[in-house]
């Protein structure tokens, strides 16, 4: 078992383009997350997705799209990047809710956005 | 709005000297709380959870909510445990919410 893939592990960006982060698990989990991990922050929830066909914003979802596919992936989609999302991206998944069981992480991506 | 907050950002102790990393929540219920791990080049994981009352690798962490803490403590420190900690606090019905983290540098 692989766990949860996501890609790419390192994008650079101008300002404006877009990209989109992909993510999938193979642990049959019904809750997948994005979240971001800044310097002194933490890590912040973007958006999730506490079953397949349903998605809600996190606390930091301003300039982020989500789509659940299917119950394996979930993606995060920048329609146009900005210097302010220059960070380290983490999609997670969990059997059920978070806040009743463990998160797996990815490996994270890294993304700039110049 | 729930809130964990660990005041180090960073802590150096000497390799078998006794370690405690702080962590504080906000939730004046009954949360579930977590130690999350990020060794170098490695993702994240779980450390520890509150409810399962276990060791693992040496580290404990007790919930007092009386002060609302979750601090972690290992007695003897090794220069493996040198990574970045996260607490976390998942609340029924809620996400989690993490801390900001603590990186801890064991020195030989």
């Known amino acids: 078992n692989a766990g949860v893939t996501q890609t790419p592990k390192f994008q650079v960006l101008k300002t404006g383009q877009s990209m989109t982060l992909q993510c999938a698990q193979d642990?049959?989990?019904?809750?997948m997350y994005w979240y971001r991990q800044d310097p002194g922050m933490g890590l912040r929830l973007i958006y999730y997705s506490a079953s397949e066909g349903t998605t809600d914003k996190g606390e930091v979802p301003n300039g982020y799209n989500v789509s659940r596919l299917n119950k394996r992936e979930f993606s995060l989609r920048l329609e146009s990047a900005a210097p302010s999302q220059t960070s380290v991206y983490f999609c997670?998944?969990?059997?059920?809710?978070?806040?009743?069981?463990?998160?797996?992480f990815g490996e994270g991506s890294r993304l700039t956005v110049l | 709005a729930q809130r964990v907050t660990q005041p180090e950002k960073l802590l150096s102790v000497f390799k078998g000297a006794p370690v405690e990393l702080k962590c504080n929540y906000s939730y004046s219920g009954s949360p579930e709380l977590f130690w999350y791990v990020q060794y170098s080049r490695q993702r994240l994981q779980l450390l520890l959870r509150h409810i399962s009352r276990e060791s693992i690798k040496g580290f404990t962490a007790d919930l007092n909510k009386g002060e609302t803490s979750f601090h972690l403590k290992k007695p003897f420190a090794q220069e493996e445990d040198s990574a970045m900690y996260y607490c976390?606090?998942?609340?029924?019905?809620?996400?989690?919410?993490f801390g900001p983290g603590t990186r801890l540098s064991v020195l030989p």
């Open positions: 642990m049959n989990h019904n809750s």
């Open positions: 976390a606090q998942g609340t029924y019905g809620q996400n989690f919410v």
């Open positions: 997670a998944s969990s059997v059920l809710g978070a806040n009743t069981g463990e998160l797996f």
